[in-house]
């Protein structure tokens, strides 16, 4: 069985600017939730943020990790389930190829990437697992675009905000930004206020509050 559900854009080009400084890390001072916590950054500059588009696949067939760049929107991050297969490769260079073409913002794949000095060379931002030679095939056994799916524990909805860098990967809704966005600013910005003081001669346990645990 196949499902093609309508993309779902929850944030607006002014959200996910306001969002862009956001440091996943900064987020991860205040709470445990959200976080894609295994997958790991598959080319250097690997920093992006934009609407999920999910796919769910069952492991060996791809078909529907091919389809979904017909409905994306440029700024999309494609988020992709394998249903536990950790040893496939989904995505590959000519599926590099055509998400460059569309220029979405990332992937983010629970599974594997294959031709991955291609995929560097293509530049598209990629999360992933790991690389394998081992890879998946159109067979037309079943998929799904744009249905919840999960990741590390964490479901990812259509049209979630997906927040990455270089520290990880944050999946946020309307609730989650509203609570942390402007905190997550604002801790940004005082730490340039600390690197003074500690320039200044401040100790770090002293600014933080930490040396009182050892009086």
């Not at 790991?40 to 769910?56: D, L, S």
């Not at 249905?147 to 524990?153: A, F, R």
């Not at 909805?157 to 609570?179: F, M, R, S, W, Y």
Request: aromatic share 6%.
């Amino acid at each position: 069985m196949f499902t093609l559900n309508p993309r779902v854009a929850c944030f607006s080009s002014e959200i996910i600017e306001s969002c862009r400084d956001v440091c996943p890390s900064t987020i991860g001072h205040m709470t445990d939730f959200g976080f894609l916590k295994t997958l790991r950054p598959q080319i250097e500059q690997c920093q992006f943020i934009g609407n999920a588009v999910t796919v769910r696949i069952p492991h060996m067939d791809s078909s529907a990790v091919h389809k979904v760049f017909d409905i994306v929107q440029e700024g999309d991050v494609v988020c992709i389930d394998m249903s536990g297969d950790y040893d496939r490769a989904c995505w590959g260079e000519m599926v590099s190829y055509m998400a460059r073409a569309k220029k979405i913002a990332g992937a983010v794949i629970d599974g594997c990437v294959t031709d991955i000095k291609a995929l560097r060379e293509i530049g598209v931002p990629i999360y992933a697992r790991k690389v394998s030679p081992l890879t998946t095939r159109i067979l037309g056994i079943e998929g799904a675009i744009n249905v919840p799916i999960s990741i590390d524990g964490v479901t990812i909805h259509p049209g979630n905000l997906i927040i990455a860098d270089g520290d990880g990967i944050l999946v946020a809704d309307e609730v989650t930004l509203q609570e942390y966005r402007q905190r997550a600013l604002n801790a940004q910005h005082a730490e340039i206020d600390v690197k003074k003081r500690i320039d200044a001669g401040e100790t770090l346990a002293a600014i933080s509050g930490a040396a009182k645990f050892f009086e």
